[in-house]
């Protein structure tokens, strides 16, 4: 008896001793493995008279079950360190950087241009689009602009030396406004002259002007209402409404001023207020209060009636406005670039710093404007 | 035009300040584009007297002076004029003073170790003439100590930008009219110098052209003396913006310039027999008082005599006719064009002028008379002489365009409420006449009314559009309809996956250098090449996106950008076979310099490659919507533009075979060179508008995506290895395998490439991974053996053989 108490006493001392994992193992196999004593001794049993059985049975099950009990105790503990080893082992510098992800951008003509469509698209406008390489009729005559008219002069045209198939010019259209020509004409012609139109007509366009502010490449936006009783008051109200939406501020004051264009009639200047901060311009508040001016934005006006018949509308029961907006010139006004020839380079660090991302998608919900 | 203020007080009696004008003009359609006020750009120069001058101690030229300046001290000043003197005056800029000339701003300085306290000003430097040969002298009863803007006399000068319908106020006296009309003042009749027409015009004036030239008045003066105008003409000319030439010519543009009526003067000595306005003929010259000469052709007016043409109608005169300090008799000539002929001669020649200008706008037909009396009483006044009778060849159109006019009109176009009787007052204030029954006729210099909107601008600008209410537009009941078509739908969406793709958007001229557009225009196309563009650099219309990019990469570059990822959304535009524009809404992308840097865990940079260029193009045209499963990779298209693209490296990826929805791959060598650029540069080009468009739903709109059934059993998979021939495209080695088993087999994909030891030249090793779907019960293993046996014999066509 006291002999297997000294055995298990040895026993439980290598067990703990055993430094790894097979050491481990080796004592297992000495004290309970096939041959390994506790398990020779439990054969003896088998021997025994039952008295003697009653006796050491109680005895060597309980060995048996302490030598087991500090196996599995050391194994766990080994495998612990092992784990708590490998996992040192593991240990990475987290200050390396992690490998780029492009980021793309969205040029802020096109940022604009969704932003526009967005408004508009709240006040029931759609969007219409047209050639860029246009011919005469459409860019001039069809717009009260006959071959003769000095306001021709004043567009500084690209011409092609190649004719359209009615013998006018071919050229690059100077505004988006032979848009509206088309979509009137398509309009009246699928509704046997007229039906109500609202549509706005952005895009680029073309003038062979060259200096720090002026780009022979730039965007403009059309925009055309007609209908039965649409005047002045609705222009000016459409303006103020999307200038409000698109400036995402309630101090926009407009000006009408007096003007004139071929194909409009009364022709109308539009103006702004502003305000000077740094040397930024920011749109808002009446531009005769201090420190406040006016800046042209574009051209209006009531469709000329001769042109409303150009484009197969009866003028005695449809009328309607039209007006002319520089896309690049309100971008640059709301989302503060200040230079236009940028706009047309490629930089990729310009695109990156003013483009947008395209999750910029303009909404009315979280406000059409890019958050900075 | 530019005018000033006292020049306008000549015309309009009034004595509203600066700003009421300026606001007023703004107000009534003459926008004011800016105002210089000389006390403001004067300021700081003041009259002064030079009490002694001695020399410079230092310097043989200067003089140090004592000057006066009133306030009871003297000031010392060097000066270099050789005219300063003890006595004299002149104009003395003290300290803080900006020299209108050149902006600087004076000082007090020390000039060779002499203190100077200002400069005394010659003409040149406060811009008030050329003279630079000596300071100003102004008389002795210039007041010392007054400001020299004061002195003067000068009034601020307001420039004002005339719209093309408005030539009647590009003079001064219809702005003076128009604010009048506007409630600014009362308008001075115009009062012509009184003179004596003594006997009849000694030259034959003829209109032989009367569509082109419907009148020409004519008056000769003789004994005439020319020379420099007095000063208050010369003030008003130059507040104008005009050089002072000589008396005669400048009180023609006097008269063009207060006005807004063009004449000319002829050295009657110059002139031969008949003075006739006709048709030019064919190759005709003219040398024009610009020095310039011209070719004229049979569609142009010009004024000639027996000889020679002396005036080009309208536009400029001639040269051997035009008066000089000698000219002794004169004849005037004031005449009426047709506008339009005015205008299509001056385009064709290439000659713009301050008469073709109003003439090509329209002048004012009942001011031909009175023009040429204004003109001759005037010379006679200034230049003594002797007038002749008028002739009067022809005359101008004098049928005025009658409007009937419905006052309700005014509230239903211009938005704003004007009582009749205002309206009238409006009219009339403008020299409309105004019948009971609203019959409104028209003066005839008012070329621009057409019909009664005009006449509701009239009245809504002089009555103020600042009194437009703004009124809603009527909308739509509940939430905004959407308004976007298929194609702007496909548009934004395609931008805004090339941006998520790491792309930035770029905007490039939609014109190219000759060059660049013939490198990549397809084979047959025509291109528009613009026939006055801006720069040779931006020629032609671009047939592709690419070049654009590739200047905006070689730039970049050249920064030391080290990477460019750029695309653009934009047309490429070609000569349609009926004339007219065929343009192409495309996608192109750019990828240059370095796709991945050197990194601590990659090691050296890398760069893009074709299948860069194949992930963005089926990335972009899957998120359009083109159905990316039925896509072809193809052979590039066999258009000559072969040497756009690598030939080994580039493919386009077609819907059916013909239908071709994007290129992509390396760029040629020849298109790196030819851009300077160094390689390899990856490029596609997604044709937008060759991707099917959806279809509009029939009836309403529906979102429902079809249901959602897993399959039941797990799907397997199954690898083989084949040796198959090198030049074998592996879509075709796939698409045979899925052909093989199609009710077992869903996909098939390649694992691995390899060549090299063990794989015999000529072939490679292709490794697929092939996914089984059991259907209704799970695959049993001779189920397998025999889908594996399918797969192998498909391979087998290929020449494709499983490796053991």
Known sequence: MTDLISQKEAALVAIDAAGALDALEE??????????????????????????????????????????????????????????????????????????????????????????????????????????????????????????????????????????????????????????????????????????????????????DSDATHTPMFHQVEGLVVDRDIHLGHLKWTLETFFKAFFEREDIVLRLRPSYFPFTEPSVEVDVGYSNEGDRRVVGGHGDDDGHDWMELGGSGMVNARVLSNAGFDPSEWQGFAFG??????????????????????????????????????????????RP | MKFSTTWLKDHLDTNVSLQEITDALNAIGLEVEGVEDPSETLKGFTVAKVVSAQKHPDADKLQVLKVDTGDGELLQVVCGAPNARAGMKGVLGLPG??????????RKAAIRGVESTGMMCSARELELGEDHAGIIELPDNASVGHSFADYQGSSPIIDVAITPNRPDCMGVYGVARDLAAAGLGTLKPIAVPSFEALGPCPVEIRTDDPAGCPAFYGRVIT???????????QQRLKSAGQRPISLLVDLTNYLMLAYGRPAHVYDL?????????RRAKNGEQVLALNEKTYTLDESMVVIADDKEVHDIAGIMGGENSGVSDDTTDVLLEIAYFDPARIGVTGRKLGLASDARTRFERGVDPEFLEQGLDLLTGLIVELAGGTASDVVKAGSPPSDAKVVAFNTALTAKLGGVEVPADEQRRILESLDFAVSD????????????????????????????????????????????????????????????????????EAITWAFLPDAEAEHFAPEGATLWTLDNPISEDMKVMRPSMLPGLLMAAKRNADRGGASTRAFELGRRYFRGSDGLSDEHATLGVVLAGEKVPRGWAGGKATGFDAYDAKGVALELLSAVGAPAEKLMVMEPVADGTGTQ??????????????????????????TLKAFDL?????????????????????????????????????????????????????EDLLKAIRGADKANIVAARVFDLFTGEGVPDGTKSLAIEVTLQPQDKSFKDADLKAISDKVVAAAAKLEAELRG
């Open chain 2, 223 to 233: 004994g005439v003396e020319n020379g420099p105008s007095p000063d208050w003409l």
């Open chain 2, 269 to 277: 000595a110059k002139l031969s027999g008949a003075v006739v306005a």
């Open chain 2, 437 to 504: 029954e609203w019959q409104v006729t028209c003066p005839l210099r008012r070329h621009d009314i057409e019909g009664p909107a005009d006449l509701v601008e009239e009245v809504v600008r002089i009555h103020g559009l600042d009194k437009v209410e703004s009124v809603a537009l009527p909308r739509p009941e509940g939430v905004a309809r959407p308004t976007a078509t298929p194609a702007q739908t496909l548009e934004r969406r395609v931008r805004r996956a090339a941006a998520a793709h790491g792309l930035n």
């Open chain 2, 678 to 730: 160094d390689g390899p540069v990856a490029a596609v080009e997604l044709f937008l508008d060759a991707i099917p468009a959806k279809k509009a739903p029939k009836g309403p709109i529906s979102f429902a995506r079809p249901s959602f059934t897993p399959p039941s059993l797990q799907a397997v998979t199954r690898d083989f290895a084949f040796l198959v021939p090198a030049q074998l495209p592996a």
């Open chain 2, 645 to 670: 693209f690598h030939p080994g490296q580039s493919a386009t990826l077609r819907l059916g075979p013909k239908k071709v929805l994007a290129r992509f791959g390396m760029l040629h060598p020849a």
């Open chain 1, 27 to 208: 004592q297992r196999l000495a004290a309970l493995g096939k041959k390994g004593w506790v398990s020779l001794a439990l054969k003896t049993l088998g021997q025994m008279s039952p008295e003697e059985r009653a006796e050491a049975a109680p005895a060597l099950q309980a060995v048996r079950a302490e030598i087991a009990a500090a196996l599995e105790q050391k194994k766990t503990a080994l495998e612990a360190e092992a784990l708590e080893a490998q996992l040192a082992r593991e240990t990475i510098d987290l200050t390396l950087p992690a490998p780029d992800i492009a980021r793309g951008s969205i040029h802020p003509v096109s940022q604009v241009m969704d932003e526009l469509a967005e408004i508009f698209a709240d006040l029931g406008f759609s969007v219409a689009t047209g050639p860029e390489i246009e011919d005469d009729w459409h860019n001039f005559t069809a717009l009260n602009m006959d071959e003769s008219h000095p306001a021709r002069a004043m567009h500084d045209t690209f011409y092609f030396p190649d004719s359209a198939p009615d013998g006018g010019q071919m050229l690059l259209r100077t505004h988006t406004s032979p848009v509206q020509v088309r979509t009137k004409k398509e309009v009246s012609a699928k509704n046997e002259g007229g039906a109500p139109i609202r549509i706005i007509a952005p895009g680029r366009v073309y003038r062979s």
């Open chain 1, 325 to 370: 907006l520089g896309i690049d010139r309100i971008a640059m006004l709301k989302y503060g670039m200040n230079d236009l020839r940028a706009f047309f380079d490629g930089d990729p660090r310009w695109l990156s710093h003013y483009g947008f991302t395209p999750f910029d998608q303009p909404t009315l919900s979280a406000g059409v404007g890019a």
């Open chain 2, 97 to 106: 003073a900006v020299v209108p000339s050149n902006g600087m701003e004076l």
